[in-house]
Nanobody
Framework: QVQLVESGGGLVQAGGSLRLSCAVS??????????MGWFRQAPGKEREFVAA????????YYADSVKGRFTISRDNAKNTVFLQMNSLKPEDTAVYSC?????????????????WGQGTQVTVSS
């Protein structure tokens, strides 16, 4: 059974920073062969793509709304994915979830990811 557990969320003022972590565990599961992504869902809104990184860490992709402010990274040896969020805005408030996708191509739809964490709340006050 694969488990993805996010941490690092919280309440922060606008302009502040947070670093989210996603620890992945599971028998014989290694994130080194998976695309890892972060998604977020605000109240009353659809889940939306935030960022993704491929297994080799050579390719990353970001939603336009976070480009230049967020950075996704991964530590394959520790089976952990990170999302560094800087210059946070109130509109970044949401539940942030990490996800894993098998295959070599980054995709941006939630349905393209087979494994999900339970999410961590990020609240940005103005």
């Amino acid at each position: 059974q694969v488990q993805l557990v996010e941490s690092g969320g919280g309440l922060v003022q606008a302009g502040g920073s947070l670093r989210l972590s996603c620890a992945v565990s599971g028998r014989s599961f290694s994130i080194s062969s998976y695309i890892m992504g972060w998604f977020r869902q605000a109240p009353g809104k659809e889940r939306e793509f935030v960022a993704a990184i491929n297994w080799s860490r050579r390719t990353t992709y970001y939603a336009d709304s976070v480009k230049g402010r967020f950075t996704i990274s991964r530590d394959n040896a520790k089976n952990t994915v990170f999302l560094q969020m800087n210059s946070l805005k109130p509109e970044d408030t949401a539940v942030y979830s990490c996800a894993a996708r098998s295959g070599g191509t980054i995709r941006y739809g939630p349905a393209d990811y087979g494994y999900w964490g339970q999410g961590t709340q990020v609240t940005v006050s103005s």
